[in-house]
């Protein structure tokens, strides 16, 4: 369980797939990390958001057929 500081300033034992959606409507001002209180309008916290990755993707094979499997 995670404790939890809601912006009401009310405190509450959350699990994790809990705390992640509170955190995505915005509900949580602050965590505590296993170190640490984590205030989410001040720290860096994992997001949800897609950022685009602008490289080659170099996972695609560019040929007409599949590559060898390797080792086979």
Do not use: C
Request: hydrophobic share 35%.
């Amino acid at each position: 369980m995670i404790q939890v500081v809601y912006k009401n300033g009310k405190e509450d034992l959350v699990e994790q797939k809990f705390l992640d959606i509170l955190l995505h409507i915005g509900e949580v001002q602050e965590f505590r990390r296993s170190d640490h209180w984590v205030n989410v309008t001040e720290d860096p916290i994992r997001s949800n958001q897609n950022h685009a990755y602008h490289g080659e993707d170099r996972r695609v094979y560019s040929g007409t057929e599949l590559p060898p499997a390797m080792g086979v």
